[in-house]
């Protein structure tokens, strides 16, 4: 079944610190990858996603993902989190009949 | 990218009641999408409805209970039935346009049911 994981349901970092928040999907293609951010009480924002091509893909806010073919992994990192960054973050992916599915999601609370 | 007004923005229903959720999209696209988010988790694919033909359900996700009208290629609504409390849940429409795959998320319907 295609499916996608966040592995960390919740990760605590320090402000100023660097973050990576992994997702694993699991298919035979590669699908086309996304990460969305949620705020408590808002709606989804697209931060990056990943076709094709260079497998480094730079987003908005300052967040990167790396997509790794041998590791079926999309994870987002951020060299610096600030306390903006708390939030709900997800990996989603688009197979062939386009419709995009999500992983569990994952809660980061960044300390002062 | 499409711009998606979707209403109610929130609502409060009693238990037995249904509701409707309307998407409207400011240009035509041929796929749309609603999504159920229940408190505390992620986004679940209740359908997918394309212009023309009936609407396809996830597993888990029947007509009768969550019916899905889409009239033209900028509108859609998603009606939930005889509603009961585990309804409670943030519902998102979704469309995607273009060949650069640009999905674009309605702000949500969140649904309280008493």
């Known amino acids: 079944a295609q499916s996608v994981t966040q592995p960390d349901i919740h990760i605590t970092v320090s402000e100023g610190a660097s973050l990576e928040l992994r997702c694993n999907y699991s298919y035979g293609a590669t699908p086309y990858l996304f990460w969305y951010v949620q705020s408590p009480g808002q709606g989804l924002q697209l931060l990056l996603k990943?076709?094709?091509?260079?497998?480094l893909v730079q987003g908005i806010k300052g967040f990167e993902a790396e997509f790794k073919r041998s590791q079926s992994s999309f994870n987002l990192r951020k060299p610096s989190v600030h306390w903006s960054d708390a939030a709900e973050y997800f990996c989603a992916v688009v197979y062939n009949n386009n419709d995009m599915r999500f992983g569990a999601g994952t809660r980061l609370t960044v300390k002062p | 990218s499409a711009v998606i007004s979707q209403k109610p923005s929130r609502d409060i229903c009693q238990r037995g009641t249904s509701l409707t959720i309307q998407c409207q999209v400011d240009?035509?696209?041929?796929?749309m999408f609603w999504y159920r988010q229940q408190p505390g988790q992620s986004l679940t694919l209740i359908a997918t409805?394309?212009?023309?033909?009936?609407?396809?359900?996830e597993s888990g996700f029947v007509i009768d209970k969550f019916p899905i009208s889409r009239p033209n290629l900028t509108f859609s609504t998603l009606t939930v039935s005889n509603m009961s409390p585990e309804d409670s849940s943030i519902y998102l429409c979704?469309?995607?346009?273009?060949?650069?795959?640009?999905?674009?998320f309605g702000s949500g319907t969140r649904l309280t049911v008493v």
């Open positions: 979704s469309v995607v346009e273009g060949e650069n795959y640009g999905y674009t």
């Open positions: 409805a394309n212009q023309g033909s009936e609407a396809t359900y």
């Open positions: 240009s035509q696209v041929t796929m």
């Open positions: 990943y076709f094709s091509g260079d497998t």
